[in-house]
């Protein structure tokens, strides 16, 4: 077992969350390879599905990238082919993710982040 956070890695129940004032989330095993198709092309579902809640702070998020891919790595014999041939996955689910979180988290100046 391991734990980021409010995260923790169970390798036989999953990854299990804790957020204040909320029941506790489950995903179990098979879930943390569950993709989603987005314009952007397919990414993790999960690290997607959670960003626009408001208990999924930057901090929430980082620990749950930590567990989530803490599971991916453990389990990573059992990577469905179809992920395991998108070598940028990753990246393109932190990607979404960091660009969903802004929305709702504003940079240190109260406004949006700059892109240039």
Do not use: C
């Not at 980021?4 to 990854?15: A, N, R, S």
């Amino acid at each position: 077992m391991v734990q980021f956070g409010i995260w923790m890695f169970d390798e036989k129940l999953g990854i299990i969350g804790r957020p204040e004032n909320l029941p506790e989330l489950y995903l179990n095993n098979d879930q943390i390879w569950e993709i989603k198709e987005t314009s952007l092309g397919k990414v993790w579902k999960w690290p997607i599905e959670f960003a626009p809640n408001q208990w999924f702070s930057p901090k929430v998020a980082d620990d749950f990238n930590k567990t989530f891919f803490y599971a991916h790595n453990f389990f990573k014999g059992f990577r469905p082919p179809e992920s395991s041939e998108d070598l940028d996955l990753d990246m393109r689910t932190v990607e979404l993710q960091t660009d969903l979180l802004s929305d709702y988290f504003p940079g240190p100046d109260g406004g949006q982040e700059i892109r240039v």
